[in-house]
């Protein structure tokens, strides 16, 4: 994603004059934190003016639901996207791409094919459904300790460490371990984002906390007396499938994903989700007053404000959207947050409805790269949502909330609240 930045300048410049100007709007997106801490207005504009254009470079913006699903399952696409014409090569240098580079986000079959086989015998829904009493405990921790304050960043104090104590708990991590996941999780995670936001210091914290966690992984994975026996990591070890097995490198790969994907995912979601409700008091009181199923209530704040907003796929072979073809090795940008407000697909798609059903949103990918962890985000927000609400009377916002400078992933920095102790 590193050529973004160079689009974004030219778009706005001198040097894309030819660029149409729903288009430069676009791009603008990418250079201004303004628009993307409130990007609706661009998505509605989008959906207005054409969810399907040609962009600068060669490159195509799809914003459609119909558009981004055909895409996100199409069978010729590839998540490499140095393979787009054009393209920069892939950085596969640095300990976080090294590392991530190998994992089941960043490649194609059959080798993803393979590792999800595989991955899917020890990682399934009953798995995560296992967690629901751990999840609940500590969730109703964290509650209590929290309630006679009277006001807390629950950013800070549940959405960000309750993940990593569950993925803890997952993976078989000993308690007194799981500090150090804690930061290499919030090191990580803004790794994740395209170029254009990182700054040399963000790179440089992300590469030392991948090579930190992979150095602590490997280390699990080859002393089985340093792990718990029920966790995930032991059963990764040991599931076998028609007599392939993971080695012990994919093993350290996909814990270090379920960490870095399955952290960052999930606090955003908590905390996205929270921040929708207190700003649509109805729904807080709908669900504060036990209407709507979580599960169902979970599903529509992931369409509403999901905490990924953004994807790429490079086509490899032509494809018609729409009545447009693209050509192959075109590298497509997905705006997955603007599918999910698609006046196509949702009835008044700006309004927070937490009983919405059906509700087809893509928060989670689609095809064969649909988030492997997406049963224990939805899981843990179908928990932690509601108990909070419940649970610390008159809820209420206490000052501005502070969204991070990031475009692929969506979430806050803080979010203050004041309730009656």
Known sequence: MATLKRRALAATGSVARHVPADTAHVFAFVASPAVRAEPWPLYRRLHRRGPIRPAPYGTWLIASHAGVSQVLRHPATSVDESLGIGQDPADRTGPFAAMLGRSLLFTDPPDHARLRRLVSHAFNPRTVEVLRPRVEALVGAILGRLRPAGSADLLAELAVPLPVAVICELLGVPEAER???????????????????????????GDQAAAELGVFLNELVADPSRRHAEGLLAALVAVEADGDRLDRAEVVVLGALLLVAGFETTANLVGNGLLALLHHPEQLALLRDGEPDPAVMVEELLRHDGPVQFTQRVLLEELELAGHRIAARTLVALFIGAANRDPMVFADPDRLDITRHPNPHLAFSSGIHHCLGAALARLEAAVAIPAVVRSLPDLRLAGRPRWRDTFVLRGLRSLPVTWRP
């Open 179 to 205: 500090p150090r996941l804690s930061r290499w999780a919030r090191h990580l995670a803004p790794r994740l984002d395209i170029s254009f936001f990182r700054d040399p210091e963000r790179t440089r914290l």
